[in-house]
């Protein structure tokens, strides 16, 4: 499997900024997808979001009520819609794509910066 994401730009505190992950490849027929996010000295990686083949989503606490992850399943794609950004929200963003059921590492895209700041 193949990931790109891109859509991440220099934006200011508020206001909204949706982030693209597009699939190609071998694509499983049932996967998880999503977007990790690492921020600046941080030495993991933070799960944001997630929407699985089934549209079943979970978010992280801190992005809870602020950001939608949505489902193209025609195209292979998702999308993170970022509402009322806020400085912490700084980061590189990586789509992921798995199996639902198996046991298999993630396929990661390259990742896409964002970057809040006033």
């Known amino acids: 499997v193949q990931l790109v994401d891109f859509g991440g730009v220099l934006v200011q505190p508020g206001g909204s900024l949706t982030l693209f992950c597009a699939a190609s490849?071998?694509?499983?027929?049932?996967?998880?997808m999503g977007w990790y996010r690492q921020g600046p000295g941080q030495p993991r990686r933070e799960l944001v979001a997630?929407?699985?083949?089934?549209?079943?989503?979970d978010y992280a606490d801190s992005v809870k009520g602020r950001f939608t992850i949505s489902r193209d399943g025609a195209q292979n794609s998702i999308s993170l819609q970022m509402n009322s950004r806020k400085h912490e929200d700084t980061a590189v963003y990586y789509c992921?794509?798995?199996?639902?059921?198996?046991?298999?590492?993630?396929?990661w895209g390259e990742g896409t910066q964002v970057t809040v700041s006033s």
């Open positions: 490849g071998d694509i499983y027929e049932d996967y998880r």
């Open positions: 992921y794509m798995r199996h639902l059921y198996l046991i298999a590492t993630n396929d």
């Open positions: 997630t929407i699985t083949s089934n549209d079943d989503t």
